[in-house]
């Protein structure tokens, strides 16, 4: 009989009634959903738009917040440099960047005023990225927007190579290198390493950089370097020569070239902090540094010059500069007194020999080079005779990756004819050229844009999935624990809830207490007791340690023996008239009945045997018996950003929420059917 008759339910205050529970329920279910949305939308965000705390984010809906979003990948640490890259004098923070909301609308109008036609987009960006190939890859930035794509797989085939030939190397002579026998004392423990590929790579890796890192994908990006230094040069440790090696073999796309615009804007906004300042000092009235050009030849301006000799012998990176050989004699005394002050005058002509590779008999065969020596000490010295003004501005000639753009122009189409069909444009001569790294940062945003859309949803997922899947047996260990955690707990659990019920004795009741006495303490309370019985034990770092402890627990076996004195003896009778055995009654009849009450155990067994995050860390120090949960956390604290932490939460709720969903059919027929009869 319904609570409510059909007259008392049309009645105004029955209707408000309804409304108000309605209403609270739909206000529940927002309060519960709204904040799983907000987790969604900041796993598809990162440090550009993370304190929107949306559930969709701009950049799905915004064709301008996604290309800022993508420029902002590319080197969240230099700012600066994006800036200088796109004439944005705004870009002085991120949030400055976002407010830029005319961006997306007013490139086509620049390119038009470089001279670019967007209709030529492909060919402009296949031509820098072919000369991409031809420049030297310390002069230029990686893009950092998914470059673990590249890294962790050229690591591992590169150092997969050199366990190959380390390999090789034992199976022809019987030794080991000297370092191996060193961290691996132990014999077994070296035929081990020697059986896996990954790991002996990892450790001829590890004793390469220094480190200990578990896995490949532990090693981190580098920094980008101080590009704004003129004396920078990469670093020499074993880890930085790998980092220069791996440039080398990224695709041009991930490659930035750093403008001559940029150290000018650079060497500019250190003299004159403000613009106003060099206005002053120019006479001339720009709103800001990025719109100005550099140089690449000496200016008429007479103010305008002396700050570009300046420029050039101070502050032009010396990586990118030649000086003619005519300035040898200078740069013999310039050495020979440096080294007369570090060694003395006497033997300063043989260190002089030592640091070019080969003996000297005078002075005078100290040739002078023309471009920054590789030697440590010697660059050094290049560098400081370089920016003693000795040589003049207009007699150093500058690498400006504009003027090899315009070389590698020439060379490919011949004439400007060429190039004009090819681009659809219409430059008066090669010189005229820019390069075209707004038109290729815009390209792929314009022309493709769910393209990047997804690289940018999908990029936190790929990092979390790639860092569990890639820590050895974590799926492994999180398997067994959950298996054999659910395998007891619907088998000896029932069979002692069966026994209490079936054969009760004198004390089944202060047996029940004993095990509703276990849940009045947390888990917290028996952690280290346990831990050291089972250190006792000698079994930690052990499935038996994960599993054992957890195979029976006192309030499912409560709440067992309660279901199955709930059913009635005749059952019971009517099997044992059938001639079925006691393991038959319990298999056949009361297993069957009681299938809503083991899902609920099989789910919250599942749930905490998964979600067990202290008890796998504190019971298995070794890391190559964590499980799933312990790895989230080591990922979580390597990765601070919200949005690796909301996509690591929400790419390990998964599991449990499909058992769920299989277990609450069960528990609904349960619960349903019976109210039905």
């Not at 990948?73 to 960047?97: F, G, I, Y």
């Not at 022809?172 to 014999?187: F, R």
């Not at 720009?286 to 140089?295: R, T, W």
């Not at 709930?566 to 059952?571: A, R, T």
Request: overall charge positive; glycine content about 6%.
């Amino acid at each position: 009989m319904p609570i409510l008759g059909k007259v008392g339910r049309n009645h105004p205050s029955q209707i408000a009634l309804r409304v108000g529970i309605y209403g609270l329920l739909t206000l529940g279910s927002i309060c519960i959903i709204y904040p799983l949305l907000i987790v969604l939308g900041q796993t598809f965000s990162d440090q550009f738009d993370l304190r929107d705390n949306a559930i969709i984010p701009r950049y799905l809906l915004d064709r301008n917040e996604l290309e800022l979003k993508h420029i902002f990948a590319m080197q969240p640490q230099k700012l600066d440099l994006l800036a200088s890259r796109h004439n944005r004098n705004q870009w002085t923070s991120q949030v400055n960047m976002r407010d830029d909301r005319d961006f997306y609308a007013t490139r086509p109008e620049v390119f038009a005023e470089q001279g670019f036609s967007l209709d030529a987009h492909r060919q402009i960006v296949a031509d820098l990225d072919e000369f991409k190939k031809t420049l030297d890859s310390d002069t230029m930035f990686v893009c950092v927007f998914r470059a673990e794509d590249y890294y962790r797989p050229f690591l591992r085939k590169r150092y997969g190579a050199n366990a190959d030939a380390v390999r090789k190397e034992f199976e022809k002579t019987g030794q080991w290198p000297a370092w191996v026998e060193h961290i691996y004392p132990g014999e077994r423990e070296r035929k081990h390493i020697l059986s896996n590929r990954d790991r002996l790579g990892l450790a001829i890796m590890n004793h390469d950089f220094q480190s200990d890192y578990m896995t490949y994908h532990g090693v981190e990006l580098l920094p980008p370097g101080n590009f704004t230094v003129p004396f920078w040069r990469p670093g020499r440790t074993n880890k930085d020569l790998m980092w220069r090696e791996f440039k080398r073999s990224l695709p041009p796309e991930s490659k930035l070239i750093i403008s001559s615009d940029t150290y000018w804007h650079t060497f500019l906004k250190l003299k004159y902090p403000k613009i106003g300042l060099l206005n002053d000092a120019w006479g001339t009235s720009h709103v800001g540094f990025y719109g100005l050009k550099c140089p690449l030849a000496p200016p008429d301006d007479p103010t305008l010059r002396a700050d570009w000799e300046e420029f050039i012998v101070k502050r032009w990176p010396r990586r990118l500069l030649r000086i003619p050989a005519d300035y040898a004699p200078q740069w013999r005394d310039h050495v020979r007194q440096r080294l007369a002050a570090k060694v003395g005058k006497e033997k300063a002509l043989g260190e002089a020999g030592k640091l070019m590779g080969r003996k000297l008999a005078r002075w005078d065969d100290l040739p002078l080079p023309t471009r920054l020596p590789k030697d440590e000490t010697l660059g050094r010295y290049w560098c400081e005779f370089t920016s003693t003004g000795t040589i003049p501005a207009e007699r150093m000639v500058l690498d400006a990756p504009e003027l090899g753009f315009r070389r590698f122009l020439r060379e490919k189409y011949g004439d400007l004819a060429a190039l004009n069909k090819a681009w659809k444009a219409s430059f008066g001569s090669f010189d005229d050229v820019p390069l075209p790294l707004g038109l290729y940062d815009d390209a792929p945003i314009r022309f493709h844009p769910t393209r990047v859309r997804l690289s940018h949803m999908t990029e936190s997922f790929e990092r979390v999935f790639e860092y569990l899947t890639g820590r050895g047996r974590a799926i492994q260990n999180t398997f067994i624990l959950v298996f054999f955690s659910l395998l007891s707990a619907l088998t000896i659990n029932p069979i002692a809830a069966y026994s209490l019920s079936r054969f009760p004795m004198r004390h089944t009741q202060k047996i029940l207490i004993f095990f509703l006495a276990t849940m009045a303490f947390p888990a917290e309370v028996a952690m280290i007791p346990n831990f050291l019985l089972l250190r006792d034990l000698g079994l930690l770092n052990t499935y038996t340690a994960l599993i054992f402890p957890g195979m029976a627990n006192g309030f499912a076996i409560f709440l067992l023996k309660g279901f199955f004195d709930s059913l009635p003896q005749e059952l019971y009778e009517a099997a044992e008239i059938d001639g079925a055995s006691e393991l038959q009654v319990f298999r056949l009849v009361a297993m069957p009945l009681i299938a809503p009450i083991l899902a609920y155990i099989g789910l919250t067994t599942f749930v905490i045997a998964y979600s067990s995050f202290m008890w796998a860390f504190v019971i298995c120090p070794k890391q190559e018996m964590w499980t799933l949960m312990v790895w989230v956390y080591d990922f979580q604290m390597q990765n601070p950003g919200n949005n690796y932490i909301m996509a690591a939460t929400a790419l390990v709720s998964i599991p449990p929420m499909i058992v769920f969903l299989f277990a609450n059919r069960i528990i609904m027929r349960g619960i349903v059917i019976p109210s039905m009869k």
